[in-house]
T-cell receptor, first 113, second 115 residues
Framework: NAGVTQTPKFRVLKTGQSMTLLCAQD?????MYWYRQDPGMGLRLIHY???????AKGEVPDGYNVSRLKKQNFLLGLESAAPSQTSVYFC????????????FGDGTRLSIL | AQKITQTQPGMFVQEKEAVTLDCTYD???????LFWYKQPSSGEMIFLIY??????QNATEGRYSLNFQKARKSANLVISASQLGDSAMYFC????????????FGSGTRLQVQP
């Protein structure tokens, strides 16, 4: 099983461009999350979803939008990329039990010039 | 709000020795989970160990153990018999038991194992 798959793995954008990061899971998990990781910091929650058709803001949602039209996919969009959004983005999923770990994708390294 | 503090930006340990990575947390929740993740230089996040707030015994997973002291709000990771492959970033994280059930991460500790 693939688990949690993120595409693309790397991307370079110019300021003002838009793009969508895709997270796909085959674990049938309800909960899905987008985090960003910046140098010297832990992962911070951008947006999350507790089920198909639902999304909500995390700690650092500004400049991002998300959609979860299908249970297995969670999309993160940047409408107008800014250099401050240069980061590594991780998608994670989990089942309903809070004692279960979140499963992470391998990350997307995004650079905004 | 939850907060995780890891006060050791970097640690060195000799191969085959044990090492303790510190983690303290702050929360007003009665129920929560504490997790440790490893991030090697390749970048993926690898789950290591979990401790529930109501677990009476410290968690162990192979060479990893979690020294949980609830009254002191600490959840230190102990790695026994360090190996060169243990060199990585280590993150302590707390998970909410209700609502969004998201993880709150500390800033991490970079561990370097020396031969």
């Amino acid at each position: 099983n693939a688990g949690v798959t993120q595409t693309p793995k790397f991307r370079v954008l110019k300021t003002g461009q838009s793009m969508t990061l895709l997270c796909a899971q085959d674990m049938n998990h309800e909960y899905m999350y987008w985090y960003r990781q910046d140098p010297g910091m832990g992962l911070r929650l951008i947006h999350y979803s507790v089920g198909e058709g639902t999304t909500a803001k995390g700690e650092v949602p500004d400049g991002y939008n998300v959609s979860r039209l299908k249970k297995q996919n969670f999309l993160l969009g940047l409408e107008s990329a800014a250099p401050s959004q240069t980061s590594v983005y991780f998608c994670a999923t989990s089942g309903p039990n809070s004692n279960q770990p979140q499963h992470f994708g391998d990350g997307t390294r995004l650079s905004i010039l | 709000a939850q907060k995780i503090t890891q006060t050791q930006p970097g640690m060195f340990v000799q191969e085959k020795e044990a090492v303790t990575l510190d983690c303290t947390y702050d929360t007003s929740d009665q129920s929560y989970g504490l997790f440790w993740y490893k991030q090697p230089s390749s970048g993926e996040m690898i789950f290591l160990i979990y401790q529930g707030s109501y677990d009476e015994q410290n968690a162990t997973e192979g060479r990893y153990s979690l020294n949980f002291q609830k009254a002191r709000k600490s959840a230190n990771l102990v790695i026994s018999a360090s190996q060169l492959g243990d060199s990585a970033m280590y993150f302590c994280a707390m998970r909410e038991y209700t609502g969004r059930r998201a993880l709150t991460f500390g800033s991490g500790t970079r561990l370097q194992v020396q031969p």
